[in-house]
């Protein structure tokens, strides 16, 4: 039993060791300006020979340092908020572990065919994680993931048998090559794993999984694997797309406004990084990769940290996950509170912290993007909204009175999970500022008026505030505005209420039919049926009607 449990020392260390590597390597590749290609012959028959390609750029490499990096953090965290004596914590070590290798399997191959076995083995893993509970809701949330990560695979089984054509799989010598339906096809399935609109629905369900899992899931792998498949497929002809940047902007928008009126902790940490994801598409997409790369590693960080400091909440509240009952957790709980707070001000782009240098870039290097002027407003818009729900979540759960059960004993007893906290927080405060002396990203020399130059901060600043208000003000919203945030905007929900607004009035059915079924085979049958009767009683009517239409019919062809 005693070496059973040191597995999670063991395997944290070794993934430890493992990014320092992979960091090194980074470093070096990126200095000496060259990439490495490692060939792995697996079969050799007749002229056929089928061989396994590894691909090491720095790009890869440091993508690689983040997953192992957080992997371990995770790994160690995991040691006590799965329980020490449990005999399934050692079933989920290694579904985590088998995670962080399909991530690993997808980052570091040039192959389409090697990518779809990683991305299907995160898309298989992760459905094993969310229903790790086996609760009935964890069913449900496994089988919408599944579901929808499915739909993108069939964009990348498309494209698999159309690159045949070109004479490989390996995609980096043929990107100037492919036609432009093949990119759309990976677009296609990158939005479903990035979840953006209209796939978006899976995001928050996902958070029914152990929350050292949504901290992986949500920072570095399964939701990033769709942005960096696309960072990697870039194509300046093809994606500098302004449909695809509003989408983005959009998923922002839509997904700050739901974390606005959400009291579940957990959901509002991944509707905050649903709208870091359309930050990211919408960055890509008009054309800044390096910027997209940077903010991905960047958000990868700080994201990990809240979570992991929203399961140590979530684990001496026992269990509970809304925030209306947590309250002065700063006194109870001062390391932890000190460092969600680092993590939430790099959420909204705080001067000097890891979120601000790749924000600040990307919202300073889109004014010079040609865009017009209600995108500009949307784009700052969504960086206010950041701030409202963050400093609301903040407000709710460190500074407003304790409003949970008197018996509860906060105290931060909690000593590995205080290590990986700490050292996430570090890099949360240092990591945007070495990426950036470390890449040289900050070459680039941009003049702006002095208002526009402080709208970024203004916004952040304004947002913070009017978070603060929310929490104090008792507005009288009706219900039904809940109900459309609560369901992201029925993306994934049947609700009576559009219902209520559309079909009431107007069709004689039974209360309980959904939107859905109008549209669906019910609807059409109805329809059907009612058009049949029409057409049967008409006929069965006077000979002086069907004269009269008849005539009327003339006279429309005359």
Same mark, same amino acid.
């Given at each position: 039993?005693?070496?059973?449990?040191? =597995?999670?020392?063991?395997?944290?260390?070794?993934?430890?060791?493992?990014?320092? *590597?992979? %960091?090194?390597?980074?470093?070096?590749?990126?200095?000496?300006?060259?990439?490495?290609?490692?060939?792995?012959?697996?079969?050799?028959?007749?002229?056929? +020979?089928? /061989?396994?390609?590894?691909?090491?750029?720095?790009? !890869?490499?440091?993508?690689?340092?983040?997953?192992?990096?957080?992997? !371990?953090?995770? /790994?160690?965290?995991?040691?006590?908020?799965?329980?020490?004596?449990?005999?399934?914590?050692?079933?989920?070590?290694?579904?985590?572990?088998?995670? /962080?290798?399909?991530?690993?399997?997808?980052?570091?191959?040039?192959?389409?065919?090697?990518?779809?076995?990683?991305?299907?083995?995160?898309?298989?893993?992760?459905?094993?994680?969310?229903?790790?509970?086996?609760?009935?809701?964890?069913?449900?949330? $496994?089988?919408?993931?599944?579901?929808?990560?499915?739909? $993108?695979?069939?964009?990348?089984?498309?494209?698999?048998?159309?690159?045949?054509?070109? $004479?490989?799989?390996?995609?980096?010598?043929?990107?100037?090559?492919?036609?432009?339906?093949?990119?759309?096809?990976?677009?296609? !399935?990158?939005?479903?794993?990035?979840?953006?609109?209209?796939?978006?629905?899976?995001?928050?369900?996902?958070?029914?999984?152990?929350?050292?899992?949504?901290?992986?899931?949500?920072?570095?792998?399964?939701?990033?694997?769709?942005?960096?498949?696309?960072?990697?497929?870039?194509?300046?002809?093809?994606?500098?797309?302004?449909?695809?940047?509003?989408?983005?902007?959009?998923?922002?928008?839509?997904?700050?406004?739901?974390?606005?009126?959400?009291?579940?902790?957990?959901?509002?940490?991944?509707?905050?990084?649903?709208?870091?994801?359309? %930050?990211?598409?919408?960055?890509?997409?008009? &054309?800044?990769?390096?910027?997209?790369?940077?903010?991905?590693?960047?958000?990868?960080?700080?994201?990990?940290?809240?979570?992991?400091?929203?399961?140590?909440?979530?684990?001496?509240?026992?269990?509970?996950?809304?925030?209306?009952?947590?309250?002065?957790?700063?006194?109870?709980?001062?390391?932890?509170?000190?460092?969600?707070?680092?993590?939430?001000?790099?959420?909204?782009?705080?001067?000097?912290?890891?979120?601000?240098?790749?924000?600040?870039?990307?919202?300073?290097?889109?004014?010079?993007? &040609?865009?017009?002027?209600?995108?500009?407003?949307?784009?700052?818009?969504?960086?206010? =909204?950041?701030?409202?729900?963050?400093?609301?979540?903040?407000?709710?759960?460190?500074?407003?009175?304790?409003?949970?059960?008197?018996?509860?004993?906060?105290? @931060?007893?909690?000593?590995?999970?205080?290590?990986?906290?700490?050292?996430? +927080?570090?890099?949360?405060?240092?990591?945007?500022?070495?990426?950036?002396?470390?890449?040289?990203?900050? *070459?680039?020399?941009?003049?702006?008026?002095?208002?526009?130059?402080?709208?970024?901060?203004?916004?952040?600043?304004? $947002?913070?505030?009017?978070?603060? @208000?929310?929490?104090?003000?008792?507005?009288?919203?009706?219900?039904?505005?809940?109900?459309?945030?609560?369901?992201?905007?029925? *993306?994934? +929900?049947?609700?009576?209420?559009?219902?209520?607004?559309?079909?009431?009035? !107007?069709?004689?059915?039974?209360?309980?039919?959904?939107?859905?079924?109008?549209?669906?085979?019910?609807? %059409?049958?109805?329809?059907?049926?009612?058009?049949?009767?029409?057409?049967? &009683?008409?006929?069965?009517?006077?000979?002086?009607?069907?004269?009269?239409? *008849?005539?009327?019919? %003339?006279?429309?062809?005359?």
């Amino acid at each position: 039993m005693l070496i059973k449990m040191n =597995l999670y020392n063991m395997w944290s260390l070794c993934l430890f060791l493992m990014s320092v *590597m992979f %960091l090194g390597l980074s470093l070096m590749l990126n200095i000496l300006d060259m990439s490495m290609l490692l060939e792995w012959n697996l079969i050799d028959l007749n002229s056929v +020979s089928l /061989v396994y390609i590894v691909y090491m750029d720095w790009i !890869s490499c440091i993508f690689c340092f983040v997953v192992l990096f957080i992997s !371990s953090m995770v /790994v160690i965290y995991s040691k006590i908020y799965m329980g020490e004596y449990n005999y399934s914590s050692i079933r989920f070590l290694f579904l985590v572990l088998m995670f /962080v290798l399909s991530m690993l399997l997808m980052v570091l191959s040039p192959n389409l065919v090697s990518i779809l076995l990683g991305w299907d083995g995160l898309g298989l893993i992760s459905y094993c994680l969310v229903i790790y509970y086996s609760s009935m809701s964890s069913y449900l949330a $496994g089988m919408i993931t599944c579901l929808v990560n499915r739909l $993108g695979d069939i964009g990348l089984l498309i494209s698999i048998s159309w690159m045949l054509s070109y $004479g490989s799989w390996n995609f980096m010598f043929y990107l100037f090559y492919f036609s432009e339906n093949l990119f759309y096809l990976l677009i296609l !399935s990158s939005f479903t794993k990035s979840a953006q609109i209209p796939f978006s629905m899976w995001l928050p369900a996902a958070m029914a999984a152990p929350t050292p899992v949504s901290s992986l899931v949500h920072s570095s792998t399964l939701v990033t694997a769709g942005v960096y498949l696309l960072i990697r497929f870039f194509n300046y002809l093809v994606f500098v797309n302004w449909f695809l940047v509003f989408v983005g902007v959009l998923t922002m928008i839509m997904s700050s406004i739901c974390a606005s009126y959400e009291y579940d902790l957990k959901s509002i940490i991944a509707l905050s990084t649903l709208s870091q994801l359309g %930050l990211m598409m919408s960055c890509l997409f008009m &054309g800044m990769v390096d910027f997209c790369f940077f903010h991905l590693l960047s958000h990868a960080m700080f994201k990990s940290l809240l979570f992991l400091c929203s399961g140590i909440m979530i684990h001496l509240m026992v269990g509970s996950q809304d925030i209306r009952c947590m309250g002065s957790i700063c006194f109870s709980m001062p390391i932890t509170c000190s460092c969600f707070n680092i993590s939430i001000m790099a959420l909204c782009g705080f001067p000097f912290l890891s979120g601000f240098y790749s924000k600040d870039l990307i919202v300073e290097s889109s004014s010079y993007s &040609g865009c017009n002027m209600i995108f500009m407003l949307l784009f700052y818009l969504s960086l206010g =909204l950041s701030s409202i729900y963050s400093i609301r979540l903040l407000y709710y759960s460190g500074f407003s009175s304790f409003k949970g059960l008197p018996y509860l004993n906060l105290k @931060e007893n909690i000593s590995l999970m205080k290590y990986s906290v700490v050292i996430l +927080s570090l890099l949360s405060l240092t990591f945007g500022c070495m990426y950036m002396w470390l890449v040289n990203l900050d *070459m680039k020399f941009m003049v702006f008026p002095l208002y526009l130059k402080t709208l970024t901060f203004f916004m952040m600043l304004i $947002g913070m505030y009017l978070g603060y @208000e929310l929490m104090n003000i008792n507005l009288n919203i009706p219900m039904d505005f809940y109900y459309l945030n609560g369901s992201m905007w029925f *993306m994934y +929900s049947y609700s009576n209420l559009v219902f209520e607004l559309s079909y009431k009035n !107007s069709i004689n059915l039974s209360y309980e039919m959904n939107w859905g079924e109008f549209y669906g085979g019910l609807g %059409l049958s109805f329809y059907t049926l009612k058009i049949s009767n029409f057409i049967q &009683g008409y006929s069965f009517g006077s000979v002086k009607g069907f004269f009269l239409s *008849m005539i009327i019919w %003339l006279l429309f062809l005359v």
